[in-house]
C-alpha cells in the first residue's frame, strides 16, 4: 500500500520563528488534508490541499502530485501552534486514508 | 449539532469485557469515519460509512470490532472481548460529501484493564 513519510519527526523552534514541515508519500493521491493534534488530543482539519497552495493566517501549505510531496509552513509560530502535525492521504474517494507519522512541534516562549 | 460529539469521552473496563462507543456525526454531514491512535502513534483509518453502508471495513483490526450507523446519522463502534492492546483513543470524524475536509470529534479514551 501506500507509504507516508513526515519530516522531521520532532521540531523544536522559538516562538517567533518559521518552519517547514514536509510530507511524502509514495503514490498517486486523489486527496490530502493537514491536520493539528493540540497538547490535549484534538485533532484539527488544517487544509484540505491535494494539489496547489493555501494560505490560512500564518499557515500555508503546497502540494505538489506529481513531485509525491506536500509542504507546510508555519511562520512567526507561537505556544499555541505546539502539538503534533499529521498529514493524510487518500488514493480512492473517502476510502482508505493512510496517515503519516506526525511532526511533533514544540514552541518555547 | 455545531460539531461531531462522542460518547463517553472517558472509558475504563476489564478485559474481555464489550464496549460500546458513540459517534454523533456534524447534522448533514453523509460520510462518517472511525480512527483509532494508540499512545505515540499515528491515526489508523478503521471504517467509513458513507450514509448507513460501510463500503470499506478494511481498517477493522480483528472480527472482535464491528461498526454500524443507522438513520444516516449517529454511529456506533462495537469492541468484544477487549483486549490490552485495544487501549487507544478512538476519533470520529465526518463529511458532508465523503471528500475532505473531515471535522473530528474529541475522541473517546479507552483504557483496558
Known amino acids: 500500500g501506500i507509504q507516508v513519510e513526515q519530516s522531521p519527526p520532532d521540531l523544536i523552534l522559538q516562538e517567533g520563528a518559521n518552519s517547514t514541515l514536509r510530507c511524502n508519500f509514495s503514490?498517486?493521491?486523489?486527496?490530502l488534508q493537514w491536520f493539528h493534534q493540540n497538547p490535549w488530543g484534538q485533532l484539527i482539519n488544517l487544509f484540505y490541499?491535494?494539489?496547489g497552495t493555501k494560505q490560512n493566517g500564518r499557515l500555508s501549505a503546497t502540494t505538489v502530485a506529481t513531485e509525491r510531496y506536500s509542504s507546510l509552513y508555519i511562520s512567526s509560530s507561537q505556544t499555541t501552534d505546539s502539538g503534533v502535525y499529521f498529514c493524510?492521504?487518500?488514493?480512492?474517494?473517502?476510502?482508505?486514508?493512510?496517515f503519516g507519522p506526525g511532526t511533533r512541534l514544540s514552541v518555547l516562549p | 449539532g455545531a460539531g461531531v460529539s462522542q460518547s463517553p469521552s472517558n472509558k475504563v473496563t476489564e478485559k474481555g469485557k464489550d464496549v460500546e462507543l458513540r459517534c454523533d456525526p456534524i447534522?448533514?454531514?453523509?460520510?462518517l469515519y472511525w480512527y483509532r491512535q494508540r499512545l505515540g502513534q499515528g491515526l489508523e483509518f478503521l471504517i467509513y460509512?458513507?450514509?448507513?453502508?460501510?463500503?470499506?471495513k478494511s481498517g477493522l483490526p480483528s472480527d472482535r470490532f464491528s461498526a454500524e450507523r443507522t438513520g444516516g446519522s449517529v454511529s456506533t463502534l462495537t469492541i468484544q472481548r477487549t483486549q490490552q492492546e485495544d487501549s487507544a483513543v478512538y476519533l470520529c470524524?465526518?463529511?458532508?460529501?465523503?471528500?475532505?475536509?473531515?471535522?473530528f470529534g474529541d475522541g473517546t479514551r479507552l483504557s483496558i484493564l
Open positions: 503514490d498517486s493521491v486523489n486527496n
Open positions: 470524524a465526518s463529511s458532508s460529501t465523503g471528500l475532505l475536509p473531515q471535522h
Open positions: 490541499i491535494p494539489s
Open positions: 447534522s448533514g454531514h453523509t460520510a
Open positions: 493524510a492521504v487518500e488514493q480512492g474517494y473517502g476510502q482508505n486514508f493512510v
Open positions: 460509512f458513507q450514509g448507513n453502508s460501510a463500503p470499506d
